[in-house]
């Protein structure tokens, strides 16, 4: 249930694979305990395991919300009054923005596993930044609640 003052939230959780990934490294050292006995071994598999798994939560923990006056883009908080038009990119032109057409002033929430993704322009004539792009697994829904949210204060005038 998405909650009011919250229209989209998502999270950039990493794929199973990584976890799978995760989970050899683990295993990787209890590998190189294992001559030392199985305490040591237990003691590898932990300490790798859980230093693996604590990498990919991080990478996979950034998020992406629309809140009630801005966009928080993992680090990132935008004012929506900065920000215009959200532009959907599917896997090609997603592909295209963040190489070739890419503007090294822009700021790119990136998670490479997602392949799809939004370009949101800014427009704010003080900040230098050309746009946002982010990587989203629902661009239609993350572009739908941007423009239903910068919409929606403009519509404070009396019917």
């Known amino acids: 249930m998405v909650a009011q003052d919250r229209p989209y939230d998502e999270r950039l959780t990493a794929p199973r694979s990584w976890w799978?990934?995760?989970?050899?490294f683990g295993l990787g050292g209890a590998l190189t305990m294992l001559?030392?006995?199985?305490?040591?071994?237990?003691?590898?598999?932990?300490?790798?395991?859980?230093?693996?798994?604590?990498?990919?939560?991080?990478?996979g923990s950034a998020r992406i919300r629309v809140?009630?006056?801005?966009?928080v883009a993992?680090?990132?908080?935008?004012?929506?009054?900065a920000?215009?038009?959200a532009h959907v990119l599917d896997e090609e032109e997603a592909f295209a923005w963040r190489t070739h057409k890419s503007d090294p002033r822009a700021h790119m929430l990136?998670?490479?596993?997602?392949?799809t993704a939004?370009?949101?322009?800014v427009t704010d004539p003080a900040d230098p930044t050309p746009y946002l792009y982010l990587s989203t697994r629902t661009?239609?829904?993350?572009?739908?609640?941007?423009a239903a949210a910068t919409a929606g204060p403009r519509q404070t005038a009396p019917e």
Do not use: N, Q
């Open 20 to 24: 799978l990934i995760a989970g050899l």
């Open 35 to 59: 001559p030392l006995g199985v305490l040591p071994m237990l003691g590898g598999l932990a300490v790798a395991g859980v230093l693996a798994a604590v990498a990919v939560s991080s990478y």
């Open 67 to 71: 809140v009630a006056d801005s966009l």
């Open 74 to 81: 993992g680090d990132a908080r935008v004012p929506l009054s």
């Open 83 to 85: 920000l215009g038009t």
């Open 110 to 115: 990136l998670r490479s596993y997602i392949r």
């Open 118 to 121: 939004v370009r949101v322009e």
């Open 139 to 146: 661009p239609r829904k993350l572009a739908d609640a941007l």
